[in-house]
């Protein structure tokens, strides 16, 4: 069964900075990668999945994450935080049940 | 939009207390999980259906817990007796895992409180 770490328990920036968080797995052959986010007080929501093909992986509200097959990594980033990013970040593998990292908290500063 | 609907939202119960939380997956999605949510724990995986059949149910307390699908439309986790241990956000997610690659769609929890 795959296991998945993320590196940071709680991310605090200000606007308009970059972000990016790490996300490794543990390896199992093939993957399905994802990410999902949880704002306070509301349900977890896809933000973008990998499967197969271009390793660089756009998803919604301008983050994209990228698989790096040789690292067993799915980082991802933001070049722009907003207030409205704040929430709670969870990497995902499935192989035949989806598994979540810890999850890392991220605090946008206005 | 489709969506999985969870009820209750919030219970509140006294310790001993049989709970039951109801899960009404998306119309034809063949996978069903329910996880639970906490400070220390994070995200964990305490039951896995999957075209109403349990595959997986090792990360559930099994004296107190039990989860079912009594038909394609619903899907209940029971704790019987509760605990303040167990007090927690339970959230259900359904999908279509015919390939193990589609995202799965989570409920908004329901929040349980044993006191």
């Known amino acids: 069964a795959q296991s998945v770490s993320q590196h940071n328990h709680h991310v605090i920036l200000s606007e308009a900075a970059s972000l990016e968080l790490g996300c490794n797995y543990s390896y199992g052959g093939t993957v399905n990668l994802f990410w999902y986010v949880q704002y306070p007080g509301q349900h977890l929501q896809l933000l973008l999945k990998?499967?197969?093909?271009?390793?660089l992986v756009k998803g919604i509200k301008g983050f994209e994450a990228e698989f790096i097959k040789s690292k067993f990594s799915f980082n991802l980033r933001k070049p722009s935080v907003q207030w409205s990013d704040t929430a709670e970040y969870f990497c995902?593998?499935?192989?035949?049940?989806?598994?979540f990292g810890a999850g890392t908290t991220v605090t946008v500063r206005a | 939009d489709a969506r999985v609907t969870q009820t209750p939202r919030h219970k509140v119960t006294e310790m001993g207390q049989e709970v039951t939380m109801r899960c009404q997956p998306i119309?034809?999605?063949?996978?069903v999980f329910w996880y639970r949510q906490t400070m220390m724990q994070g995200l964990e995986l305490l039951a896995y259906?999957?075209?109403?059949?349990?595959?997986?149910d090792s990360g559930m307390p099994k004296d107190r817990f039990s989860a079912e699908m009594p038909d394609a439309t619903l899907a209940t986790l029971k704790i019987q007796p509760s605990e303040p241990r167990d007090s927690a956000v339970y959230f259900c997610?359904?999908?279509?895992?015919?390939?193990?690659?589609?995202?799965?769609?989570f409920g908004n929890g329901t929040r349980l409180t044993v006191t």
């Open positions: 997610a359904s999908g279509s895992m015919s390939s193990y690659n589609s995202p799965l769609h």
């Open positions: 990998y499967f197969s093909g271009d390793p």
């Open positions: 119309l034809g999605h063949n996978t």
């Open positions: 259906f999957r075209n109403r059949a349990p595959l997986d």
């Open positions: 995902a593998v499935n192989d035949y049940k989806l598994s």
